[in-house]
């Protein structure tokens, strides 16, 4: 029944590791979106999606790779984690830009 | 280069109203939003507008005037489930959303 669902909801890992977040939306929209969201609460957008197509692609470091198999899907794998990745990532879905629909977020930390 | 600007903090009583304000700065300009967001939870969905004027959604009303660059939203009989984090953005003519740095509201009884 969730529009938009993240996991996992939390993930604690170390320095160096390799780790992945799913999101998936039930909505039938067709842009999705990752942000990232720092301690301050500031929310920026990394990367974004239509009909699995990239269209954004902020300033973010290439340890960070979205992928999108399907309109409905769009993942976030980061290689070789360090301490100022540690954030809450939120995935988003939108037919029209100004409206989107949040996932439930992914707190990551990394230590 | 683009920017948004709403107050940090602002605290209000139940039953009041309060007025959240927000002024941008944006290489093209397609739309206003707000975002509500409670401590650990998902930003949600407020209002978008696209067009001078104002818009009602039950006790929440948003503004835009597009020649001030300027919007606000407004919360009428404030609840104490009010309490929150409420963020203007903008959509700019990349197709982005940028957002504001939020204003925390606190609702006191």
């Known amino acids: 029944d969730t529009a938009v669902s993240q996991t996992p909801k939390y993930l604690v890992t170390q320095m160096g590791n390799d780790k992945s977040i799913k999101c998936e939306q039930n909505?039938?929209?067709?842009?999705m979106y990752w942000y990232k969201q720092d301690s301050k609460k500031f929310l920026k957008i990394m990367f974004s999606?239509?009909?699995?197509?990239?269209?954004i692609n902020e300033t973010v470091p290439n340890r960070f790779s979205p992928k999108s198999p399907d309109k409905a899907h769009l993942n976030l794998h980061i290689n070789s984690l360090e301490l100022g990745d540690s954030a809450v990532y939120f995935c988003?879905?939108?037919?029209?830009?100004?409206?989107?629909?949040f996932g439930p977020g992914t707190r990551l930390t990394v230590t | 280069g683009q920017s948004l600007e709403q107050p940090s903090e602002v605290t209000a009583v139940e039953g009041a109203i309060v007025q959240i304000n927000c002024t941008y700065q944006t290489s093209g300009f397609y739309g206003l939003s707000w975002y509500q967001q409670h401590d650990g939870g998902a930003p949600t969905f407020l209002s978008y507008n696209a067009l001078d004027g104002l818009e009602e959604t039950g006790r929440f009303s948003s503004f835009l005037s597009r020649s001030d660059s300027y919007g606000y939203l407004l919360l009428q009989e404030l609840q104490m489930k009010d309490s929150a984090s409420y963020f203007c953005a903008v959509r700019n003519q990349g197709g982005k959303l940028i957002f504001g740095q939020g204003t925390e509201l606190s609702v006191k009884p």
């Open positions: 999606y239509n009909n699995k197509e990239l269209i």
């Open positions: 909505l039938g929209h067709d842009t």
């Open positions: 988003a879905s939108s037919q029209e830009i100004g409206i989107q629909y």
